[in-house]
Every structure is written in C-alpha cells, then in structure tokens.
C-alpha cells in the first residue's frame, strides 16, 4: 500500500472523471425523455461539463501550486462527487447542466493534480511504471464509458451513471489522504485569476454562440452579439496574460507557429474524433430502436482500436516524428468521418463501424503523441504551460465540436423537415413526430443531417492534420519528466494522454 497506494488513489479519481466525459453518451435519450430536454439542453449537458473542464483547468493548476497539490485534488473530488449526486437528483434541465458544470470544477481540480501528485511521489523506473498504468486507466475510462452507461441506463436507469461516483469518491478520498504526501509546485507564484475569468468567457460565449446558432441562425442579433462578447474576452485574456507576472497562457507561445498548430491540432482532434458522438447514439436509439446497451457497443469498434494502436504504437513508433504520428492520425480521424457519410433511411448502425474503426486507430496515434509535439515547440521552462494547454484546447474541441455540429446537423434536416421538427428529431423525440412524419421521412432527414455533420467533422480533422504535417518540422527528442507545474506533460517514454475525450 505504501509504495502503490498513491497510484491506485490517483487512478481511481482519474477513472472517474474521464468516465463521465463519454458515460452520459448513451442515456441521453433517455435524460430527454425523463427531463423533457430538448436538443441545445443535451448539448448543454455534455458540453458543461467539457467547457468547465477547458476553462478551469489551467487556473485550477495554478492554485494547486499554492494552495497544495493534495488539498486541491481532494477538495477536486467532493465537488465532484456532491455535483455526481445533483445530477442523479435533477429534476429538470437546468439542474442536470448546472451540477455537470460543478462536476467539470471538480474534474479540473483532480486532472489538474494527478500528474504533479504522481511525480512527487515516484521517481526513476518507478515513475515510468506510475505513468504507463495512468495512461493505461485513461484509455480504459473512455472505452467502457459508453457501455457502462448502457448497462446502468437500461438497469436501475440513467441517474445511476452519476450515483456510481459517489463509493468511489469516498475511496478515493480516503486513500488520498491515507498514502499521498501533500507537494507544492512554486510557492512564489500567484494564481492568475483574470485571466481564469476571461478565458472561462471567451470559451463559454464563444459555445454558447454556437449552440445559439443552431437555434436562432448563425446572423441573428442574439448569436453576433454572443460572438463579438466572446471576441471581447479573448482580447481581455490576451492583455491580462501578456501583463501577468504568472500567465496561465503566455501568449507569445502562440507566435511559434509549430506551438500554434499543435494547439490547433489539439482541438480539431476532440471535435473531429469525438464531437459526432452524441448525436450518433441519439439516431442509434431514437431512430433504430436501439437499447442504451447496444448503442454503446457500437462505440467499441472506436474504443477498442484506440486502446490497440496506442498501447502497441508506443514500441513500434519509437522515435517517428511526432508530426507523422499526430498528422497522420488525424488524416485517420478525418478519413474514418468520411466513411461514415454514407447513411440513408435503411441503413443500421454496422454501416457506421469501418469508419469508427479509423477514427480509432487515428485517435491511437494522436491521443499519446500530441503533448509531446507541443512540449517540443516550446523552451524546457514552459513545458508545464504547453502541456496544460493542450488538454484545455482539447477539451474546448470537444465542447466546440458537439455545439457546431449539432448546428450543422439541424440546419440540413431543415431541408426536409419544419426547424421545429428538426431540433425534436435531432434531440431524440422521433416517437413524438410520427405521427406527422413518415418513418422514413424522419430516417432520411436524420441519415442525412448525420452525413453533413460527418463531412465537417472529417475536414475539421483533415485540415488541421495537413497543417501538422507541414508546419511541425522541428520535434526534439526529449526525456522529459513530468514537471514541477500542474499541468499533465510529458513521461520518461512518452506522453500521458488525457483519455480519448469522448
């Protein structure tokens, strides 16, 4: 216990908030139905989580420096876990996305320590083994999301995929403040609560414009204003950070165009691999008739050639350049949506597996290498800052990612159907429009709404994965060990991914 406690306690709360990211997938017909949701409210309740997750996480790092690794970690952990039981409790929407934004709080308090927490306590051989079983609890946590959530939604019912966070909590709680010593990372350092703040509102206006978009129209005057408030943030971020003594984001990073890139990489990765699922399991189930279990299934095809690809591209791809490696995977990631574009009013949810099958593997080449190619675009002492920042941008994809395509998705289901009946469809309520639709009618504007969403979701990945390829030239080889800095960076063998976000 002395010597693989800290591991097990680390782990523990790492399973448990990467599984929320991709457990809540596949109840939300089901949270829909129970909660009379409608589409911008589920997408609310995927992406509240993933937004507080990308807005917090860097500045919850900060104070973690400060305040003690440990102390924050746990406190990460009882927000998460009264937030868990809030959600079990929602008796409508507003509540359910309230409390998965609280959750995301949480969830960025214990991400943003567990790397730190780990690298206090192990080092040398040791170290590495830590940070290969985390990584390897990461991608467990995203591949049995789907089909876990399955079984609790179509067992006791949807509200236990928050209820079962709570023992686990209470052990991880208890073995954190049992085996983990309390570290500091630079006692000196301030938390950089501005540019929290205005970061929290760029990321936020800028979704919820989004999201607004697909209700209201990309010109309307409620969407440009949301838009310019969050264009407004951005600039207020950029001078705080490049007047701060102790930026969360130097800004100048940006002016390095393999740094640029690799964050650009970084989004287009959660939003082009990850973005479509939702609105996957919602055809699944509401068109197909599929169970909440078999919806999940599906998603293992994905799962399951991520965690292959990964764990075996990690000897095999030793030493390829980490711009072949996280290029060429998103090439996957955009080849594999293309496959799925080929839906019709007939077609079952086996259409959709070669095409998972790809994004699986790309999501295998990409998921470990891509810290890496940011830690290598930047000098050593900004290595912590790169590396939090490519888990902020990949969670701003997938919140990004769920919101434009959910837009995209209504806005050609509209060809065929009255926008009411689009936005309905697409938030699971087919059993309510047929009466005034044909089945095949309601199948063919869903297929195909799903097909151009596909389409932007391949070219977001393919883009960003010609401009990996042609612009990260320069990858140092490194040994780096994780540093001193609270955000996630790089492993002795390689990188430590943040799950597969999905």
């Known amino acids: 216990m002395r010597i693989w406690g800290p591991l097990t306690a680390v782990c523990l709360s790492t399973f448990m908030l990467l599984l929320d990211v991709t457990i809540a997938v596949v109840a939300l017909p089901d949270m829909a139905a129970s909660l009379h949701a409608s589409l911008s409210d589920l997408q609310w309740v995927m992406d509240g989580y993933a937004l507080a997750l990308a807005a917090l996480l860097l500045g919850t790092g900060a104070a973690a420096d400060v305040l003690g690794r440990r102390r924050v970690h746990v406190v990460g952990v009882v927000v998460f876990a009264t937030a868990s039981l809030l959600c079990g409790l929602a008796g409508g929407p507003a509540m359910l996305i309230a409390s998965r934004a609280l959750q995301g709080l949480g969830g960025a308090a214990m991400l943003a320590t567990t790397l730190p927490l780990l690298a206090s306590v192990y080092q040398g051989k040791r170290r590495s083994v830590a940070l290969g079983v985390w990584g390897a609890v990461s991608g467990a946590a995203a591949a049995v999301g789907p089909v876990l959530g399955g079984v609790l939604t179509d067992g ?25 010593p309390e570290s500091h990372g630079s006692r000196e350092r301030r938390v950089d609560w501005a ?48 007047r701060g003594a102790d930026p969360l ?8 165009p393999a740094f640029s890139v690799v964050m650009v990489g970084a989004l287009a990765f959660n939003a082009g691999a990850f973005g479509l699922m939702a609105y996957d ?41 980490a711009r ?30 070669p095409g998972m099958v790809l994004v699986g593997v790309g999501t295998g080449l990409v998921a470990p290498g891509i810290a890496g190619a940011a830690l290598a675009a930047v000098p050593p002492q900004r290595s912590g800052m790169a590396g939090g920042a490519v888990n902020t941008f990949r969670q701003l994809g997938l919140a990004l990612g769920i919101a434009v395509y959910g837009t995209v998705l209504t806005s050609r289901m509209q060809d065929t159907l009255p926008r009411d009946a689009a936005h309905a469809l697409a938030g699971g309520a087919a059993g309510a429009l047929r009466g005034g639709f044909s089945e095949h009618a309601l199948r063919s504007a869903f297929a195909s709404g799903l097909n151009t ?50």
């Open 156 to 180: 006791p019912g949807w509200r236990w995929i928050f209820y079962v966070n709570l023992p686990v909590s209470v052990a991880a709680v208890w073995l954190t403040l049992k085996v983990v």
């Open 453 to 502: 969403a596909a389409v932007a979701a391949g070219l977001t990945a393919t883009v960003a994965g010609g401009l990996v390829i042609v612009l990260v030239r320069t990858v140092r080889p490194t040994r780096t060990e994780v540093t001193e800095s609270s955000a996630p960076t790089l492993t002795e063998e390689g990188t430590a991914p943040l799950g597969h976000g999905r």
């Open 249 to 256: 984001l130097d800004p100048r990073l940006f002016l390095k």
């Open 195 to 242: 540019g929290t703040v205005t970061f929290a509102a760029f990321a936020g206006g800028l979704t919820y414009g989004a999201v607004r978009a697909g209700e209201h129209g990309w010109g309307e005057t409620g969407t440009l204003v949301t838009f310019a408030a969050a264009v407004a943030a951005l600039v207020c971020f950029v001078v705080v950070e490049r």
């Open 324 to 353: 072949i490696t996280v290029g060429g995977g998103l090439l996957l990631v955009g080849s594999g949506q293309f496959c799925m574009t080929v839906l019709d009013a007939g077609s079952t949810a086996s259409v959709l597996a």
């Open 281 to 321: 399991s919602i055809w699944m189930q509401s068109l197909l008739g599929m169970s909440p279990v078999g919806g999940g299934a599906v998603f293992l095809w994905m799962s399951l050639a991520a965690f292959v690809v990964a764990a075996a591209g990690g000897r095999l791809l030793h030493g390829v350049p």
